[in-house]
């Protein structure tokens, strides 16, 4: 049978039968997979502490006609901190969810893997004050996720005269996927400042470590949430919102 090795970051588990669950893993090198674990709920079950911590699990998987099979799993690189916190466990959570609602199976992407690393352990190093109100850093990690995908806003021109705008006066086309100047807007659509639009281009060309350093005004903060959630739930393709989740589990 064909084995393959690879770095995972387990993104959501599903009991089956009584022994067995389904993993949904983000992988290094081969994308996104989901995994058949037989036997796993035994107590005896080696693996399932591995799959169960949040962080870089090291994974061996069997090539099967229908589902792959786990195989091994070793956990690489633990984050207790994740695990044991409730909000940091919840905004990494979130982000789980929102990577596995917008991504599609066995689509190697490694930049999405190395955004899910950086995103625990920026989380796991973050106080917990921090992360009680919504953080700047679950918004960085969404837009910069829809960036690799595809799906990133035009900052850049105009999308509708495809000239460079000034700094004030410009609106969101959601429509057509970006930011409309003064002179092709209409009237009745929502005003983006220069300052919010200083801050996704930051976003877009900084590493998420940077971003906890990032001092903003409310209002420039409310329009960056703002804008994430409208993108997050335009390009949601899957069942599940983690916009809805995030809510519901905030203290
Ligand atoms: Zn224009």
Avoid at 118 to 125: E, G, K, R, Y
Avoid at 220 to 229: G, I, K, S
Wanted: net charge positive.
């Amino acid at each position: 049978m064909a084995t393959y090795r690879d770095q995972a970051i387990v993104l959501r588990m599903r009991g089956l039968h009584d022994h067995d669950r389904y993993y949904t893993v983000f992988t290094a090198d081969h994308g996104k997979v989901t995994l058949l674990a037989k036997g796993l709920r035994r107590t005896r079950s080696k693996m399932s502490p591995h799959m169960a911590a949040l962080g870089v699990v090291e994974i061996m998987v069997a090539r099967g006609k229908v589902f792959d099979r786990l195989a091994g799993a070793n956990l690489l690189e633990p984050h207790r901190e994740l695990l044991e916190s409730l909000p940091r466990s919840a905004i990494t959570q979130s982000f789980l969810l929102a990577v596995d609602s917008l991504t599609r199976q066995e689509y190697p992407e490694p930049r999405i893997f190395l955004l899910l690393q950086d995103f625990m352990q920026v989380v796991a190093s973050l106080s917990e004050d921090v992360l009680s109100a919504r953080t700047i850093i679950f918004d960085a990690a969404v837009l910069k996720l829809l960036d690799i995908l595809g799906h990133g806003l035009e900052l850049d021109v105009c999308v509708s005269c495809r000239q460079c705008f000034e700094f004030d006066g410009n609106a969101l086309n959601i429509l057509r996927g970006g930011i409309e100047c003064l002179n092709c807007r209409s009237g009745s659509s929502i005003t983006i400042s220069g300052d919010t639009i200083k801050v996704l281009r930051f976003i877009r060309t900084t590493s998420l470590k940077v971003i906890p350093a990032l001092r903003l005004e409310l209002p420039v903060r409310q329009q960056v949430a703002f804008l994430t959630d409208i993108l997050l739930t335009s390009h949601l393709e899957a069942k599940f919102d983690p916009l809805r989740y995030m809510n519901s589990v905030r203290i």
